[in-house]
C-alpha cells in the first residue's frame, strides 16, 4: 500500500500541474470558442487521458526501482528517485510554461517545431534571448524555485517503502504495474489512445487545449520517424496506383505509365516558344504572408504589382520553409513528416528546376544570406542539380549581420553582382534566392525604413525592410544588362504565423506571388494557384518545350485546375475551388466550403475526402520509392 500511496501523489501531483496549464490556455483563448456549440468543458475530460498517459508512462521507472531494488541500496536508490522526480517536475514546469508562448507563435501546443531547430543551438539561443526574455525568465525562476523546495522536502522520502519486505513490494507491484498499463493505454477497445483522442470536436482551438504538451511533443516524434518509414497507414489506406490515379486525375495531368519510375513527367511546350536562353530568378521571401501587403508596410512590392503579371489568389502549401522551398524549386507538395529538403532519399536525383536546366547549359545557383546547413539546404541544392551555393561566409563586408546571416540587402547586391557577371559572360543562369531578415528576433539594419513601431523588432518592421530589399534589388537589376533576358518571381514561402480556429486555417495561407519580365503581359490573375503552379508559369516564360513531373500547370495551360493542398501541422487540406476535404490521422474525413475566409462544414463529398487522401498516400509513395525525377 506504502508503494501505491507514494506513487499516487506523484501521479496526483502531475495531473495538478498540468490542470493549472489547461486552465490558464483555457481561460486565455476563451473568447476564441465560447461562442460556438461544442462543448468545451469535455476538454478538461479528454485532457486527463491524455495528462494520465503521461503520467503512468513517468511513472514506470519509479515502481520498477521501488519494487526490485534491494533493501542495502536503499539510500542510493532514494536519491536517484529524488533527483527523477526533480528533473521530471522541473521539466514538466519547463514545458507548462513554454505552451503559451509556442502556442502564440504557432497557434498550436508545441509539437514536433518544439524540437526540430535544436541542431541550430547558436541561432535558436539568440532567438530565444531577443523575443522571449520574460517567459525564459518566469519558467526557469519556477523550475529553480521547485527544485530547491522539493530536494529540501524529500530527504528521506523512498526510504520507507525501500526498506519493505521483498515479498510485500513484490505483491504490490502487479496491480500498480496493471493500473500504469491501463493508464498508458486509455482505451479498452482493439488500439490504445493516442493525441487523436484530444481532438473530439469540430473546433480546434479547443482540441489543442485537451492535448498535453509534452505528449504532443514525443507523439510528433515518434509519428514523424514512422512517417518517413512506412505507408501512411493513419490516415485511411489506399493502394499507390489508386492513389496516384487520382492525383493525375485531380491536376489533369496527361495520361502516363504510373507505374514508370517517374509517372508525372511529361512533355510540356511552352506558349511563349522564343530561340533565346532566358534566365529564371526566384526571389523567395521569408514569412511573407498575405496579410501584410499594404502601403503602409510593402509599397515596393506594390509598385512592382503595377508592372508584373500579379497572383491574387495564391497559396502555399505549407508553414515551414521547408514546404515553400519544395514547392518553388521542384513543384513538390508537402508529405507528412519531415518535408522532402530534410529527407534522406530525396537529397539526390529529385526533381528541380535546376536539374531541368542544367542539361540546356544553365549555371544554377542557391543564394542565402545564412548558413546553409541550416534545414538541410546545402545538401538538398548540391544533391539536386545546383553548381553554385553562396551564403554567409560568401560576403565580404556586409552592411549589416543578424541572427540568421547577412541582411537582405547584402542577399540582393550579391545575387545582382553574380548574375550580370553570368551575364556577361554569356552564361545562362537559374537562380533562387532566400531572403532571411522577416525571421524572429526580427533585427534589422536601422535607418533604411520609416519604421512602423518605433524602435521595436517586430514582423511589421522586419517585412517592410525585406520588401525595402525587394525594391532595392530591382532598382540595381534594371540598371544592368541581365535583366532584359530574365524572368523573375518574387513569392513566400509561408506566412509568418499561420493560426486560426479552423481545423486548417486557409486564409492563413495566402501569400502574395508575381512574376515579371520580358514578354510577361501585366495584369491580375484571380484564380486559385499553388507554388507548382506559379514555378510552371515561371518555366512555361522561359520559351522552350520541356519534360518535367511539377505538380502544377501554368496558368496558360487550358488544362488547368483551381487545386491546392494545404499542410497544417498533421492535418491536410485539399482545396478543389471553395470546396475543401480535410484529413487527418485517425480521424474521419470532413468536407467544407470555404466562406468569407472561413471553413463551413457541408455534406460528405466522398470523392473529394479520397482524393485528399490520395495526396497523402501518393505523395508519400513517390518520396519513398524515389519516384521523382
Known amino acids: 500500500m506504502k508503494i501505491f500511496k507514494k506513487l499516487l501523489g506523484y501521479y496526483m501531483g502531475m495531473i495538478l500541474l498540468f490542470f493549472i496549464g489547461r486552465v490558464g490556455l483555457f481561460v486565455w483563448q476563451y473568447d476564441r470558442f465560447s461562442q460556438t456549440d461544442v462543448n468545451y468543458w469535455l476538454a478538461f475530460i479528454y485532457g486527463l487521458k491524455m495528462d494520465t498517459i503521461l503520467a503512468s508512462m513517468l511513472l514506470i521507472v519509479p515502481l520498477i526501482l521501488l519494487s526490485f531494488i534491494p533493501m542495502k541500496w536503499a539510500k542510493i536508490v532514494n536519491l536517484i528517485l529524488r533527483v527523477y522526480f526533480m528533473t521530471v517536475f522541473a521539466f514538466l514546469i519547463y514545458m507548462e510554461n513554454a505552451t503559451f508562448p509556442f502556442f502564440n507563435q504557432y497557434d498550436v501546443r508545441p509539437n514536433f517545431k518544439f524540437v526540430e531547430y535544436l541542431e541550430y543551438p547558436v541561432e535558436v539561443f539568440h532567438m530565444l534571448i531577443a523575443d522571449f526574455k520574460l517567459p525564459l525568465f518566469i519558467a526557469f525562476f519556477m523550475m529553480i524555485t521547485f527544485s530547491w523546495l522539493f530536494l529540501r522536502m524529500t ?80 490516415y485511411g489506406k489506399m493502394s499507390s496506383y489508386e492513389a496516384l490515379k487520382r492525383i493525375q486525375n485531380v491536376l489533369k495531368i496527361e495520361k502516363n505509365d504510373l507505374n514508370s519510375s517517374s509517372p508525372f513527367s511529361r512533355e510540356i511546350k511552352t506558349h511563349f516558344p522564343t530561340t533565346k536562353k532566358k534566365n529564371l530568378v526566384i526571389f523567395l521571401q521569408e514569412s511573407l504572408g498575405y496579410q501584410f501587403v499594404t502601403p503602409e508596410i510593402t509599397p515596393e512590392l506594390l509598385k512592382l504589382k503595377k508592372e508584373a503579371l500579379w497572383f491574387n489568389e495564391s497559396y502555399s502549401n505549407g508553414t515551414r520553409s521547408v514546404r515553400g522551398i519544395a514547392g518553388t524549386t521542384a513543384g513538390f507538395l508537402a508529405v507528412p513528416g519531415k518535408g522532402v529538403v530534410k529527407r534522406s532519399k530525396s537529397q539526390s536525383d529529385f526533381f528541380t528546376f535546376a536539374s ?103 514582423v511589421e518592421n522586419a517585412v517592410k525592410y525585406a520588401d525595402y530589399a525587394i525594391g532595392e534589388f530591382f532598382k540595381e537589376a534594371k540598371t544592368l544588362a541581365y535583366y532584359k533576358d530574365t524572368i523573375f518571381v518574387v513569392i513566400a514561402d509561408h506566412n509568418i504565423r499561420v493560426y486560426g480556429d479552423d481545423v486548417v486555417p486557409i486564409n492563413m495561407f495566402h501569400i502574395p506571388a508575381l512574376i515579371l519580365g520580358e514578354g510577361v503581359k501585366k495584369g491580375e490573375y484571380n484564380a486559385l494557384v499553388s507554388q507548382p503552379d506559379i514555378l510552371a508559369t515561371a518555366i512555361d516564360y522561359l520559351g522552350k518545350d520541356l519534360k518535367y513531373p511539377i505538380l502544377g500547370k501554368s496558368i496558360f495551360s487550358n488544362t488547368k485546375n483551381d487545386v491546392n493542398l494545404m499542410q497544417f501541422n498533421e492535418n491536410y487540406a485539399l482545396r478543389v475551388g471553395d470546396k475543401v476535404a480535410v484529413v487527418q490521422p485517425r480521424k474521419k474525413a470532413q468536407t467544407y466550403l470555404y466562406k468569407n475566409k472561413h471553413l463551413v462544414l457541408t455534406a460528405h463529398d466522398e470523392a473529394l475526402e479520397k482524393d485528399a487522401l490520395a495526396f497523402v498516400i501518393g505523395l508519400n509513395y513517390i518520396y519513398d520509392k524515389q519516384k521523382y525525377k
Open 356 to 458: 531541368l536546366l542544367n542539361p540546356l547549359g544553365y549555371h544554377t545557383m542557391f543564394l542565402y544570406g545564412g548558413e546553409a546547413r541550416f534545414d538541410n539546404m546545402r545538401s538538398w541544392f548540391l544533391g539536386n542539380g545546383f553548381d553554385e551555393i553562396v551564403e554567409q561566409k560568401d560576403y565580404t563586408s556586409p552592411v549589416y549581420v543578424a541572427t540568421w546571416g547577412v541582411s537582405d540587402e547584402d542577399l540582393v547586391k550579391k545575387g545582382n553582382e553574380r548574375f550580370n557577371d553570368l551575364y556577361k559572360k554569356g552564361k545562362p543562369f537559374a537562380a533562387l534566392m532566400f531572403s532571411s531578415s522577416n525571421h524572429s528576433p526580427f533585427d534589422i539594419p536601422s535607418g533604411r525604413i520609416e519604421e512602423i513601431k518605433k524602435g521595436k523588432n517586430c
Open 155 to 234: 530527504k528521506e522520502s523512498f526510504i520507507e517503502v525501500l526498506k519493505l519486505p521483498f515479498k510485500s513490494k513484490i505483491i504490490w507491484f502487479l496491480p500498480i504495474v496493471l493500473l500504469l498499463f491501463i493508464g498508458i493505454r486509455s482505451s479498452l477497445g482493439h488500439r490504445p489512445a493516442n493525441i487523436s483522442d484530444a481532438m473530439y470536436s469540430s473546433n480546434r482551438i479547443v482540441n489543442e487545449i485537451a492535448k498535453n504538451s509534452l505528449y504532443s511533443v514525443g507523439y510528433a516524434i515518434y509519428a514523424n520517424k514512422k512517417y518517413a518509414t512506412k505507408a501512411i497507414k493513419l
